[in-house]
Nanobody, 127 residues
């Protein structure tokens, strides 16, 4: 059974930074592609960043240059370093994983077509 647990969310002022972590268990972590998504109240879920099996990243335009996704295979952990945070980054952030990675990451992000999902961690950015 694949299990994903997010942590690292919290409240921060605009311009601040947070690092989200996603601990993974129950599968060969390094063979999966991974992603971060977010959903704000009243809005659709949005793909933020994703990494393929080799850790190569893809980012949403809204976070390019501010967020960095990384995989630590030795720790079975996915990270999302978020810098220069804005109030519009406020959302519940979810980690996702997929063993097949059937499409380019930007398509998987657009469709949300990851098989496994965590429960989410809240990020709140105040102005």
């Amino acid at each position: 059974q694949v299990h994903l647990v997010e942590s690292g969310g919290g409240s921060v002022q605009a311009g601040g930074s947070l690092r989200l972590s996603c601990g993974a268990s129950g599968y060969h972590y390094s063979s999966y592609c991974m992603g971060w998504f977010r959903q704000a109240p009243g809005k659709e879920r949005e793909g933020v960043a994703a990494a393929d099996r080799d850790g190569r990243p893809t980012y949403a335009d809204s976070v390019k240059g501010r967020f960095t996704i990384s995989k630590d295979n030795s720790k079975n952990t996915l990270y999302l370093q978020m810098n220069s945070l804005k109030p519009e980054d406020t959302a519940m952030y979810y980690c996702a994983a997929d063993p097949w990675c059937p499409h380019p990451l930007f398509i998987m992000m657009a469709r949300g077509s990851f098989t496994y999902w965590g429960q989410g961690t809240q990020v709140t950015v105040s102005s």
